[in-house]
């Protein structure tokens, strides 16, 4: 049966085997089938970053303590990691992806999303698509990768470990939930140890057992969480592949219960989102130059408008007067109203190291202490306790 | 109109000389423009002298060189750049020039160019150095001040001040004065002022650039004077003409710090070192220097995710409290290289204020801190 139109395979997960072990014994044949392992120096207290698939036989995985893998395997040949070389070859795979589409959402050096839907008429469809990939980054780069190729993101992830290395795994709509069901509980998303066990002493090992339960019973366990677990054990993800520049941002949305039309009030929510946002980028010590705003309306249609400040912030205030600048001259609330409304800073660099300006600009070291009070005062009574005054009016 | 006038120029020219004129003209021409005539250079071959011609509207320069045997008279406009790129390429003593068939005919050696002439009577008419209310000053103070101002100033700034030299010239001081934002630079000089002249403008930094670079040793003098609209610079072989910036220049003497009380007298030579060690480890996230001053030490230190880090120490002579303070090495290292001081003294009071660089009475250097946490 031909995949309908709604579910169409169009997402790939291609994730690096062993990758920087996998680097290192192509620029050193000498390694090949050997234990290797690149990470921090077994005297000390370093960590291993990689392991190739022969040091894998020894228990050792990525994580561990270096002093505990060498423990597991003494013989193996400990390589410090050259995370720039590694940067510069992700930028050759990506090269290849690019080759198929624009849409790669890299989740770090080693694994990425595409999303190549709408190229099936020109390149050939998904399936083909990710074995030429898979076969370019071998014959081109010397590499071996795993890829997934399934009708969403989980999906596609969860294809992609399914059978390393070297794997090669579709997920069809109409094998989902068959393929799903004798896999453990673990293999959803943000299903850690704590989940595990509570799903455990329900009796619930696998995804298949996790679907006797409803929607209802899911959010009594888990929260708001429990709804997307819920998707998940059926296979369903609606989350969209985001390219990378759009990717390395921090952003706060929240969805009303009803359609909102009132600026005044949408603006009062804004300054609620950019203060969590701020309070978030601060907390990660980023600075950031462009602020997003996005509005959802009534009918699910979503628009974003963004703009560049002059130099990076991490202040709620100036990140606020430009949110505020674009709902009130780039956004044209409908009639009907707003749905959702968020507010994101990205362009993050994570050095401050702002230039003074000679002549003015912002009171810089104000904002600062007041923006370290307000986030003093939030983490002691929570984020209602503080709010800053008449703002939604300047 | 559109008939090409008719010339039958012909001359000779040293072909080093001929560079030389050309490389300062060119320097202003745009490589693209709108109106394609202002590609171009003019030249008119008069009696034992080439005239060379050019103008972006802005600046305009025109630059006279002897050496040159004319045999007949006229003018010509042909692409700069082309004719740039002809002379540098070439390698004899003597180049030979000549008008036929509409044709610029550049001979040398072996080797012959036809270039395309464009229409003389389409080139911009230059402005004219008035006769009266021309003043003079030295040449080498003046070139000495344009040099340690004009790299200050902005390039394509939205405030348009700011991509100008201020001019200010009364009584007998005179003081150029250009910045960015991040760093001003103010050079001063006492200069005779016999005609009570009193003039307060921003003038192109690439006029004032260019000026600096066309006078030669045999310049005592540099003329000047002002219009409404323009500055007009005359040496004894060129005349640049600037049309002048509108706008408020900022109060430069209000940013000047009043209360850097810790002076360090440097090597210019020793400091620039360290700088450019420590400017090796930053990058456009991470542009910041780091200066640590501590009882007879001064460590610099740089740092950026991407690149590495580095340490840099030097003696000096220090006996106050701890402190530190960061800057962008950039701005230190290009007054610094151009300054031609031995030794230079280095103003600071804490990590928020500007640090000064000073020379005497004679230059004021002054350059925001970057704000580390």
Redesign the interface.
Known sequence: MPPTDSHPLSILHIDMDAYYASIEEREDPSLRGRPVIVGGSAEGRGVVSAASYAARKYGVHSAMPAGQAKRLCPHAIFIRPRIRFYASVSEQIQNIFRDYTPLIQPLSLDEAFLDVSGCERLLGDAVKIGREIQCRVKDELELPSSVGVAPNKFLAKLASDLEKPNGFVVIPEEKKLEILAPLPASRLWGVGKVAQKRLQDAGLKTIGQMRELTKEQLVSMFGVWGETLYHLSRGEDDREVVPEHEAKSISHETTFHEDVTDKERLADVLLGLTEDTAARVRRRGFWGRTVTLKVRYHDFRRITRSVTLDRPTQHTLEIYHAAKMLLEEKVKIPQKGVRLIGVGLSNLTTGPDVQGDLFGGMDDERESKIDAVVDEIRKEFGRDSISRGGLSDS | MATKTVTTAKWRADRRELLEALSHVASIVPAKSPKPILQNVMLTAMENQLQLAATDLDVSISYNMDRVEVHRPGTVVVYAHKLLNIIQELTAQHVDFEVVESMLRVDADKSTFRVVMDDTSEFPTLPEFPAKDEFQVPKDVFATMIKRTEFAAAREQARYSFNGILFHFAKSKLDLVA?D????AWARAKVSNRKKIDVNVIVPAKGFSLLSKVVRDDDEKIGLSVTDNQILARTKRAKVSCRLIEGQF?SYEE?VPKDCDKAFTFSTDELLSKLRQSHIMTDQ????VRFTFEPNLLRFSSQA??VGESKIEMVIDYGGEEFEV?F?PEYLIEPLKILGEETIVLKLKDQ?T?GILEVGDAYVY?V??????
């Open positions: 910045t934002g991040k760093r001003l900022p940013v996230e991470s542009r910041a995710v991407n960061a962008n928020d500007p002054i925001m801190p970057i704000k580390t946490m």
